[in-house]
């Protein structure tokens, strides 16, 4: 079976190297669609198997119940999503990404029960003030939560893996990675002949402020919404689904999804996320298939039955995103002082 399959540490990364590039040249060709297939087909047991590793693992956190203020976060956003808590507004939601966002900090670094409760009053007045600050609230609320997650902290991934193996294949994964990415911006061609179809267009439809925040900073715009609807739907109409920016924007995005995704699933052999009970192993494909027929049936019914889920993972991953910037932080200091690697099992994926 593939998950029995042991690989070597060169080995993953030279499947890494692989996946990269399969990733990139599907996001190439067919940039919109590559990210709804994966998004929907992939995504499901990416978020199930993520969580029931970061479960086992205790959240990488000091504390055993540290998880369910992050879980709390996450339902008060789903709640707020779908309309269902009507008085939380946009900038409340951003506020409590924020806050989980610190808050999962604390837990990373502090055990006293005082210093915490102390460290967590402290993020309330600073929530609100990230909220005023446009920049600071589109990192939280359309950033943070997707292309951070995937790519960002993906790449922080790779990096602290090359750090620790200090090898030929770790380094040239990383090397990969980068000039994948960096392909997006300077060889996107000019005419592909390229289509939007309109059944495309009405299931990325939740997902187009993303794109929209990611180019606005290489135009005439800042950070800030829109200046009126008529904008925005003339960058919708004009540009996403027509420019060759565009295109090369929704081809980097497909390709990070993509590859954050098979990374993932490709490290079986090193993070072990697949030595679970049958009973667990049985729930987690039975909801995934579920989701995928939901998806197939109505993609926009399955982007709401699985919001919790998506955003859940991401701030359950939080004390793992900030252990591997403490990670990073350590390897460096011990290239510089020739000490060996400091983390011999890193909690890096």
Known sequence: MMFNLKLSADQVNYLNI?????????AFIFPFETFLVVYAVLGPLHYLTEISWLHDRHYFTKGKYDFILLLAAGVLI????????????????????????????????????????????????????????DALSSVFSVFLPTIIHVFIF???????????????????????????TMS??????????????????NNYHDFQMLNY????????????????????FQFVN?????????????????????????????KTSVIQWHNISKSRLAGIIIIWLASIGIYAY?????????????????????????????NIGKEFNNIFTGKRPAVKKVAAR
């Open 213 to 232: 925040y990611l180019m606005t900073p290489f135009t005439k715009h800042d950070f800030n919404q829109p200046a009126n609807i008529q904008e925005y």
């Open 238 to 266: 004009n540009a996403l689904y027509q420019s060759r920016s565009a295109f090369a924007v929704m081809a980097f995005i497909g390709f990070a999804y993509m590859y954050h995704y098979l990374n993932w699933f490709s």
């Open 78 to 133: 789903t709640l707020a999503s779908l309309q269902l808590i009507p008085r939380i507004t946009p900038g409340m939601a951003t506020a409590i990404t924020f806050f989980a966002f610190s808050t999962a900090l604390i837990f990373v670094l502090v055990k006293n029960i005082y210093t915490r409760l102390l460290l967590i009053f402290l993020l309330f007045p600073l929530s609100g003030l990230v909220v005023k600050s």
């Open 154 to 180: 993906t790449g922080l991934f790779i990096l602290v893996g090359a750090l620790r193996g200090r090898s030929i294949s770790g380094i040239s994964s990383l090397a990969v990675f980068i000039l994948c």
């Open 184 to 201: 997006f911006f300077y060889l996107f061609p000019e005419r592909t002949g390229y289509i939007v179809s309109s059944n495309v267009k």
């Open 18 to 26: 692989g996946l990269m590039i399969i990733s990139a040249i599907t």
């Open 298 to 326: 109505d993609y926009k019914l399955g982007l709401k039955w699985l919001f919790f889920l998506s955003f859940s993972h991401v701030l359950l991953e939080f004390p793992l995103n900030h252990l591997t910037f403490i």
